[in-house]
C-alpha cells in the first residue's frame, strides 16, 4: 500500500493522510493507491500540509507500517526518548519501530 | 568575551525582522516552500523528522551565563526541555515550531545570540579551541581573530553564496583540541621571530570523501591574515564546482589542482587583494582583542585541592585540566552520562551550567565539538564545591576522553539525511564500558558516530569510529579504525564487513580486548593501533 505523509506548516509535526484529511497518527492513514501526487499538490496549495510525498508500508492489524525504518521513525518520534513519542505509555511501540 | 557594537546588534535585530516578514509570508501563502526554503536556512532552521530544527550559533563556541540561560528559557519555552550540543559547538532544538521561530530569534538577539549562516552554501560558525585563554600551550588567545573572521565572513556579500558550506577553525596551540586539520580552512596562530602569524592549512574535511588539509602556507603574519584568507575565498568561489554538490567543497577542488597550484593561485590573488585594505586597522583588532583580556584572576588563591573525596579526586584527574594562571583550574562537564544521549543537557541542568560559570568561572563558558561544555577559568579553591553541584545535576560523568565520552549526530532518531541511528549505539556502548575502572583502564580513547556518510558524528577522527550506512532497509555499522582529530591527526580506515546495532558493540569490544592484550606500557589504544596495524585488530575482531 501507498501511504502519503507530510509535516504540518506551522509546527512541523509529522501528518499522514486519512482520505479525508491529516492525522498526526499513521494508524489513521489510508492506501493513496496513485492519487498520492494530486492529493499532495492539492493539499500543499492549500497550506495544509508542507513537503508531502509518497511512502510504502503494508497493512498490519494495527494498522499501516512504513516499509521504511526512516518512516517509522517520523510516525512514532524519537526511540531513544519515549516519553516524547506518540505513545510514551507504550512500552512495546520501540520494538514495533526498529 | 566579545560585545556587540551598535551595528552587530543592529544588523541581528534587522535579520529577526526580515525573518519574522519571512515566516508571516510563508504562513499567508505568499511565497512557497520553494522560495521560503533557502530563506530559513539562512537562518538555521530546517525541518527535520520529527519537526523543525533550529542551529543557534555559539561563536567559536564561548558564551556567558546570560546567553546560556536564554537558551535554556528557550528549550523550556519553545522546545520540550531540553537542548543538544553539536560538534560544531553549537546548539540546536529539535522540536520547534516555524510560528514561533521569529520570538526565538528575537530573544536570542536581546543576548547577542542568533542563528545567522547556521546552515546554506556560506562561511558557517567558526570554532576554536575550547581552552583559548585558559590553556598554558597557546602563542596567543585565537578567539580575537576567531571573532575578527565571525565579523568578516557575516553577511559577506561575496561569499554568500558558496559553491558549498564552509568551516573555520583557529587554534594557537601545538596541541590540536577543535579538529583544525579536518576544516575547509584550519588556522594554527604561531610566532615567528617574535611575531605573530599563523599557519593555514586549506582543503580538510570529513563528510562523504575525507581529506586532511594541506599546508598552503607556513607563515602568514597576522597583519596579512584577513587578506590572505579573503584570496583563499577567492580562488575557491571562482573555481569551486557548482555543477555537482558532492564535490563541491573546497577539498575537492585543492585536491584536484593540487595544493601547488592552489597556493600559487592564492598568492596571486593576495597580491591583489591586499592592496584593498581589508586587514583590520590596528586600533580594531585592540578594541576586539580588549575584550579577550585575562579575567581578574585573584593571585592570592591557593593552588592545593583536597582530594579527600575519592569520587571527587577521580574526577579531578579525569575532567581538570592545566590552567595558565597559577590557582585555576578548566573544568570540563561531560553532556556523557551512561546511557545518555550524547550532547543533550536538559533546560535545568543547562541553567545549572549558566549560575556556575557566573558564580565560579567570570561568567564564561565554551561548548567542545566534542559536545562537552568547559567552565575555564575556575578557582582550584572551588573545585570541589563546583563538582558537588554537578553531581547534584547529574553532570559529573568522570570520563573525559575516554571510551564512554562519545560524539554521535543525532542520527536516525532525529535527521533527514540519516540512514541508521547513531545514539542507541552511543549508549549500548557506554553502557557495555559502564565500569569506570575499566574505562580509565582503557584509557585515552576516543569514539565517534555518524548516522551517515555526511561525518556530523566524526567517525573518520575516531580512534575507533561508527559510520551508520541503511543496508537493503537495515541499519547497518561499518567500524573504523585509526583516525584522529587532534595534532597527530589522521583518518580512520574502515575494518570490513559492517554490523548489526548489538554487533557492532560486540566488535568493539573484541578490539579494546586486543587493545588491552598487546598494549606496551604508555600506549593509548592510538598508539597501539599505529604499532601493530589493522590486520592484527581484523583478525581480533572477524576470526
Known sequence: MKLLTGNDLPTGDVLWWTGAGWSRHVAEAADVGDDGAPIAAAEEAARRVNGAYVIDATGTANGPRPAHIKDRVRALGPTVRPDLTLKPDDASAIAQVI | MYKYDQY?????????????????????????????????????????????????????????????????????????????FTTRQNLQYN?????????????????????????????????????AGAAADEVAD???????????????????????????????SDEDRAAMRLHDIGIQLIERDGVLGAKVFVGGGMGRTPMIGPEIKDFVTADDLMSYLEACLRVYNRYGRRDNMYKARIKILVHEIGADEYRRQVEEEFAQVKLLGIDPPAAELARITAMFADPAYDTATADAVDRANANFGVWLDQNVKEHKQPGYAIVNISLKPVGGIPGDASADQIDVMADLATQYSFDELRVTHAQNIVLPHVRKADLYAVWQKLVDAELASANLDLISDIIACPGLDYCSLANARSIPVAQKIATRFASPERQRDLGELKLKISGCINACGHHHAGHIGILGVDKKGVENYQLLLGGSGAEDVSLGKITGPGFSEDGVVDAIERVTDKYV??????????????????????????G
Open chain 2, 8 to 84: 552587530d546588534q543592529a544588523i541581528v535585530d534587522a535579520r529577526v525582522d526580515e525573518f519574522r516578514d519571512q515566516v508571516q509570508r510563508r504562513l499567508a501563502g505568499e511565497i512557497t516552500e520553494d522560495q521560503f526554503k533557502p530563506l530559513r536556512l539562512m537562518n538555521g532552521l530546517y525541518l527535520q523528522l520529527h519537526a523543525y530544527m533550529l542551529r543557534v550559533a555559539i561563536p567559536y563556541g564561548t558564551l556567558d551565563g546570560r546567553q546560556m540561560r536564554m537558551l535554556g528559557h528557550i528549550a523550556r519555552k519553545y522546545d520540550r526541555g531540553y537542548g543538544h
Open chain 2, 95 to 131: 522540536w520547534i515550531k516555524l510560528n514561533e521561530t521569529p520570538d526565538i530569534l528575537a530573544d536570542l538577539a536581546t543576548v547577542e545570540m542568533h542563528a545567522i549562516q547556521t546552515s546554506g552554501n556560506c562561511i558557517r560558525n567558526i570554532s576554536s579551541d575550547q581552552f
Open chain 2, 142 to 172: 585565537p578567539r580575537p581573530w576567531a571573532e575578527l573572521i565571525r565579523q568578516w565572513s557575516t553577511f559577506h556579500p561575496e561569499f554568500s553564496y558558496l559553491p558549498r558550506k564552509f568551516k573555520f577553525a583557529v587554534i594557537a
Open chain 2, 517 to 542: 592484550a598487546v598494549r606496551e606500557e604508555g600506549e593509548r589504544f592510538l598508539d597501539t593501533y599505529r604499532r601493530v596495524g589493522m590486520e592484527a585488530f581484523k583478525e581480533a575482531i572477524y
